[in-house]
């Protein structure tokens, strides 16, 4: 079946522009995930889902960061006023419970700030 | 609070010899372990998983890793590496398998390299 699927798979933006990075999860399933993933490090986690809810948005690096989910569906992040240090690999992953079962990862979206 | 620590950025193993991949993790409940891999341009894969009951956890592709409580280690393990086992190797914990509100905790990756 299909699985997670992140678009664009890659983009090139100058520094200042607003981004928006999408994210389709496996159908049915509940919990979304974004993760963000820069040069030589490990995965930082972002933001959590649980259907179009948000419980917790503290893990978003900054106010420039947003994100929205419509239904048990399509999410967006939306990077605004893109600076440098915002190039990475975004990741977004899903569950279908978001407790009792694993994420399940799309291919992510590379960013880069020029 | 939950962290993972991965010992060694890179690893380089001759085809067929044993690969070993450290994993050390710190959790204040009962971990769920996991290791994913990530081959280029490529999103995460899962390998395994530590849930409940048996230590010794088998995974695809002829990787394995043992949850060893008193030494707080979820080390990978294969017995003879493949030129296709190059890749990231990244472990992540988390007290829910699903990850919960809070995500998966993921160390900072080894990259795995195979020399001919």
């Known amino acids: 079946g299909a699985g997670v699927s992140q678009s664009p798979s890659n983009k090139v933006t100058e520094k200042g522009k607003d981004v928006e990075l999408r994210c389709d999860p496996i159908?049915?399933?509940?919990?979304l995930y974004w993760y963000r993933q820069r040069l030589g490090q490990g995965l930082e986690f972002l933001i959590y889902?649980?259907?179009?809810?948000?419980?917790?948005k503290s893990g978003l690096p900054s106010d420039r960061f947003s994100a929205e989910r419509t239904g048990e569906s399509v999410s967006t992040l939306t990077i605004q006023r893109t600076q440098q240090e915002d190039s990475a690999v975004y990741l977004c992953a899903s569950s279908p419970t978001g407790s009792n079962q694993p994420q399940h990862f799309g291919d992510g979206t590379r960013l880069s700030i020029l | 609070a939950q962290s993972v620590t991965q010992l060694g950025s890179h690893v380089s193993v001759s085809e067929g010899a044993l690969v070993l991949l450290r994993c050390n993790y710190s959790?204040?409940?009962?971990?769920?372990l996991f290791w994913y891999v990530q081959y280029p341009n490529q999103g995460l894969q899962l390998l395994l998983k530590?849930?409940?009951?048996?230590?010794l956890v088998k995974g695809i592709n002829g990787f394995e890793a043992e949850f060893k409580k008193s030494e707080t280690s979820f080390h990978l393990t294969k017995p003879s590496a493949h030129m296709s086992d190059a890749a990231e190797y990244f472990c992540?914990?988390?007290?829910?398998?699903?990850?919960?509100?809070?995500?998966?905790?993921f160390g900072k990756g080894t990259h795995l390299i195979i020399q001919p």
């Open positions: 159908s049915g399933h509940t919990a």
């Open positions: 530590y849930t409940t009951g048996a230590t």
């Open positions: 889902f649980q259907g179009n809810s948000a419980p917790d």
């Open positions: 959790s204040s409940v009962p971990p769920y």
């Open positions: 992540a914990v988390s007290p829910l398998e699903g990850g919960g509100a809070d995500g998966l905790t």
